[in-house]
């Protein structure tokens, strides 16, 4: 009796120490923000894509046990005031938010208010725009750590730290700031099993929303989608390329292998977006989805076993079908792939050296046939402004796309930060102040760097023209004005004017 006494008098001792040196641990409350990719589009004509990589972020914390918010500003876009008022209705000890390196800017647009108003509140970032080489993305905001990889561990571990009162030192993948020093971390090692990581829990976001934009629109590229339910999903990470337009190739790439999910994995993804959200037309926003055949025919048999009424489409290389695929090329279409993407970039093969595609063009017209005979659709993408391409590389370009029948869509050669051509661009002065640039880089669709020796109105006029020669050749009707942007927009304010808030009224 006397010893359990002791027992318990030593044991009540021990709490009083903890309590005093390790004060009662508290799980930080979160505020997720999802960005617009693009904010100046018209609702009505945007397909907004369901961001997922920041729906696995949440979901992987909401398995954890800890307690968030959700403001989605590419669903509900709100004024800089709402979103004021929204950060002081609750005590938040941390507002998360990340995304493409396009969005940057807005990453500091909302870093700077939340700051403004709430400066003990830690604001995490993510995505490719924490992929900047050096310390980038925090000497450029405000933010107090940039998670560099995949977020899903890396932001457990943010967490765990800031529960402990500890610094982020040490945390791989993640820089950060401390007392006004920046201190900076590689990019995190990826995990290698990706179906370890879950099925998203889309439920955090208002998933009918996504699902009606994309019924919504109206894109020549991908056809109507309007007699569909159309939803994103994931079923690889990384890519095992390096093309040199591309931002996967630096920084990204040796840290973003290629990983597949396992075929019943994304067989049950499906199943579960079909019965839970009607979901019946599947896109597999990969950078690669199929990288090889015997992939290719595991997919097809565990989507066919699904027997339900859906199609699908997903991105591959040009080359991965060969005549002799047929067979498995029917069974795709057979488990319902109505369309697949795969990007030959240009027709010259002096240029697609340059790029360092690894790709022949006689394989992009055997796999369009092969394709065709199988009823699956095919979309291609080409890409106009590398150093000294000429009009006559251009030219072969749309050549080829003509010859297989395809209308490609269109971008110009955008040197993004990552790439080999970014750095090109840098070391020829053509980008002259980084951080100004990158926050109004926008999209590929513009012209916005020139590296060829064609001026400007030259090198946009005769894409146009080689372009117009292949929807006239294939006998399309589609208005001069949409040929290269499907969607039509103000591409944007110039820098430091445009906003992610809705104006005030
Ligand atoms: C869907 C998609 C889009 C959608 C938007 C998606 C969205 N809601 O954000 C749309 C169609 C709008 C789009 C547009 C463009 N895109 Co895009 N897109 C993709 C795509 C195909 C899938 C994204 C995805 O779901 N990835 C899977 C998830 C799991 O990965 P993730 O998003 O990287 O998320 C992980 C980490 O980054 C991190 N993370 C992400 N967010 C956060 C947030 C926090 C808080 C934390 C802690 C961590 C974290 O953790 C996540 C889980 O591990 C990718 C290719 C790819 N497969 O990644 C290209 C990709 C991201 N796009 C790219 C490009 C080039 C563009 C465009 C420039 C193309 C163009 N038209 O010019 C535009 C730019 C638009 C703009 N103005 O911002 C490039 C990358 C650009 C870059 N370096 O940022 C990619 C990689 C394709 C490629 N290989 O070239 N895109
Ligand atoms: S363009 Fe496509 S194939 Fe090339 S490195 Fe990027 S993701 Fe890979």
């Not at 339910?229 to 990470?237: D, E, W």
């Not at 092969?370 to 291609?380: E, F």
């Amino acid at each position: 009796m006397v010893q359990q006494n002791l027992n318990l008098y030593d044991s009540s001792l021990c709490l009083y120490e903890i309590a005093i040196f390790n004060p009662p641990m508290k799980k930080p409350l979160i505020l997720f923000v999802n960005l617009n990719p693009r904010p100046e589009w018209k609702k009505e004509k945007t397909l907004i894509y369901f961001n997922i990589g920041l729906c696995q972020v949440a979901t992987h914390v909401e398995n954890l046990g800890y307690e968030f918010d959700i403001l989605d500003f590419s669903v509900n876009p709100m004024t800089r005031s709402a979103f004021s008022e929204a950060i002081q209705k609750r005590p938040y000890d941390i507002v998360a938010c990340g995304g493409m390196l396009h969005t940057l800017w807005q990453i500091s647009e909302i870093t700077d208010l939340v700051k403004a108003i709430r400066p003990d509140i830690k604001v995490i970032i993510g995505g490719y725009s924490t992929m900047l080489s050096d310390n980038k993305a925090l000497e450029w905001t405000q933010a107090d750590a940039a998670i560099r990889g995949e977020g899903e561990y890396a932001f457990e571990d943010v967490l765990k730290c800031i529960e402990k009162g500890d610094s982020f030192k040490g945390i791989p993948g993640v820089s950060y700031r401390e007392n006004d020093v920046l201190y900076h971390a590689e990019v995190r090692k990826p995990d290698t099993n990706l179906d370890t990581k879950g099925i998203p829990n889309w439920n955090l976001f208002d998933v009918e929303s996504y699902v009606k934009s994309g019924q919504n629109m109206q894109n020549h590229h991908l056809g109507s989608l309007s007699h569909h339910r159309f939803f994103p999903i994931v079923t690889t990470r990384g890519c095992p390329f390096a093309c040199t337009f591309c931002s996967n190739t630096k920084v990204i790439r040796d840290n973003n292998p290629y990983r597949t999910h396992s075929p019943e994995f994304v067989a049950d993804m499906i199943l579960k977006l079909y019965h839970e959200y009607d979901i019946n037309h599947f896109k597999f926003v990969d950078e690669l989805s199929f990288l090889n055949v015997s992939y290719v025919r595991k997919m097809a048999k565990a989507i066919k076993e699904l027997k339900i009424d859906a199609t699908y489409e997903a991105i591959c290389r040009v080359g991965l079908f060969a005549e002799k695929d047929y067979e498995i090329v029917a069974d795709l279409k057979l488990a319902g792939f109505n369309r697949l993407f795969y990007s030959i970039e240009s027709g010259s093969p002096r240029i697609l050296q340059l790029m360092k595609k690894r790709i022949d063009l006689d394989g992009f017209l055997t796999q369009k046939k092969l394709l065709d005979r199988a009823g699956i659709k095919s979309s291609t993408n080409v890409i106009v402004g590398y150093p000294t391409e000429t009009e006559e590389d251009i030219k072969m370009t749309f050549d080829i796309c003509l010859e297989a029948g395809i209308l490609p869509s269109v971008c110009f050669l955008l040197p993004i930060p990552g790439s080999e051509m970014y750095d090109y661009a840098m070391e020829h002065g053509y980008i002259k102040n980084e951080k100004e640039y990158v926050f109004d880089i926008g999209e590929q669709q513009y012209l916005k760097v020139n590296l060829t020796d064609i001026p400007n109105d030259e090198l946009q006029e005769m894409t146009l023209k080689h372009l117009k020669r292949v929807r006239d050749g294939l006998g399309m009707d589609i208005p001069d004005a949409n040929l290269i942007r499907s969607v039509n927009i103000d591409p944007g304010c110039p820098s430091g004017k445009k906003s992610l808030f809705l104006p005030e009224f």
